[in-house]
Nanobody
């Protein structure tokens, strides 16, 4: 059973940047698509970004397209989310997840492995 651990969250002012990291351990996810989701209080979990097993295909939620970039380094067992021009509405707990598919998807149900989440708070 693999483990995913997020880091890099924090409190930032609007317009600034943060880089989230997700370290995987216990098993290899290099053949799996991976993704980032977020959940704000009283809201459903929202798709943020996904990346294929080799990084060749990426997808983004409409609310973050053009501001966030997902990437991965399979040699280091790491997944990243570069978040630029942050807005107060980006405030949420961010989760990384490993998919059962080779290409990440927008659907949480296709991700059997999840991290515990990291809080991102953007002040106005």
């Amino acid at each position: 059973q693999g483990q995913l651990v997020e880091s890099g969250g924090g409190l930032v002012e609007a317009g600034n940047s943060l880089r989230l990291s997700c370290r995987t351990s216990g098993r290899q996810f290099s053949n799996n698509g991976m993704g980032w989701f977020r959940q704000a209080p009283a809201k459903e979990r929202e798709f943020v970004a996904a990346i294929s097993w080799n990084g060749g295909i990426t997808a983004y939620g409409d609310s973050v397209k053009g501001r966030f970039t997902i990437s991965r380094d399979n040699r280091k067992n790491m997944l990243y989310l570069q978040m630029n021009n942050l807005k107060p509405e980006d405030t949420a707990v961010y989760y990384c997840a490993a998919s059962r598919l080779a290409v990440g998807s927008r659907t949480p149900e296709t991700y059997p492995h999840w991290g515990q989440g990291t809080q991102v708070t953007v002040s106005s």
